[in-house]
């Protein structure tokens, strides 16, 4: 369906049946066709060139070492809805605390699985008629985020409780809706574009496509022949200690067995000197793409 903002007056599509409403261009949120006023920001603390330098001096695994002579490409500043939460186990009011849990369930770009979003520090949310970033829509329903994020916090009251021998209850109650910064970064090392995201509010690169270096590759080679030749020696090596027990010459037929396995165990590493593409996510494994 089809929102005007009452704020910017821009004209946005909006999911049908979401109990909140958030405008693209300004971030105002309605609710029942009315602006919402629990709406909080995390002020983004790296600006553009901040933003870059972090990923240029990031340097994951084989990374080119002249990273930082690559050039800035496009800069996007992405708001992702979070929702608010005082949590509040009944009687266990010394365990009160505020927590957030991600709105979207598919979010624009990588952010990683169970992301500790911070709840505090954060500021009233005032829109603005500059356009300077994008404001994206929540897709859940704070009950099901909630309940999706509330297991760490439910598990340290039970524990805390269970001492006390105290029964206790869910009553944490939804707050409003925060805006939690990324940004979206495209950047060109010799002559080709890449794609990163940094989390805007405390720094830290969550995702980068990065070239993987001559260096990095020389390295993955000699890695790979290294478990290449030390499998065929093992190989030969139980051959002919086996033949010398047998009587029967079973070198060859180890050296094969060797290489056999060499292959296998060094087929990783050859993928890297092949491939010359990297992406980088926080808390996963590096992928060649
Ligand atoms: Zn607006």
Redesign the pocket.
């Known amino acids: 369906m089809k929102v005007r903002?009452p704020?910017?007056g821009?004209e946005y599509e909006a999911p049908e049946g979401a109990q909140y409403l958030v405008?693209p261009?300004?971030g105002?949120v309605l609710r029942e066709g009315k602006i919402f006023e629990s709406v909080y920001l995390f002020e983004p603390r790296l600006d553009k060139t901040a933003a870059f330098n972090r990923v240029f001096g990031f340097r994951p695994w084989a990374s080119p070492r002249d990273l930082g002579t690559s050039s800035p490409a496009d800069a996007e500043l992405h708001f992702l809805p979070l929702y608010l939460y005082y949590v509040y186990f009944e009687p266990l009011k010394e365990l009160a605390t505020y927590a957030t849990a991600l709105a979207v369930e598919r979010p624009p770009f990588y952010v990683p699985r169970n992301y500790r979003f911070p709840a505090r520090w954060r500021i009233p949310f005032k829109?603005s008629l500059e356009r300077t970033a994008v404001f994206h829509q929540p897709q859940l329903d704070p009950e099901t985020a909630w309940a999706a994020a509330s297991k760490p916090y439910e598990k340290e009251a039970r524990s805390y409780a269970a001492a006390f021998k105290k029964p206790i209850s869910d009553k944490t109650t939804f707050e409003g809706i925060v805006y939690y910064p990324f940004w979206k970064l495209k950047y060109i090392y010799r002559g080709k574009e890449y794609n990163a995201v940094v989390d805007a509010a405390e720094g830290n690169v969550v995702y980068m496509e990065y070239p993987i270096s001559r260096r990095g590759r020389a390295a993955s080679l000699a890695a790979a022949i290294t478990i290449l030749t030390g499998s065929v020696v093992l190989g030969t090596a139980i051959g002919m200690g086996i033949s010398a027990a047998k009587g029967v010459d079973l070198t060859l037929w180890g050296s094969l067995g060797g290489l056999i396995g060499g292959i296998a165990g060094s087929a990783s590493a050859f993928t890297y000197v092949v491939e010359r593409k990297a992406v980088y996510r926080e808390g996963q494994e590096i992928e060649v793409l």
């Open positions: 903002c704020y910017c821009a405008c261009y300004c105002t829109p």
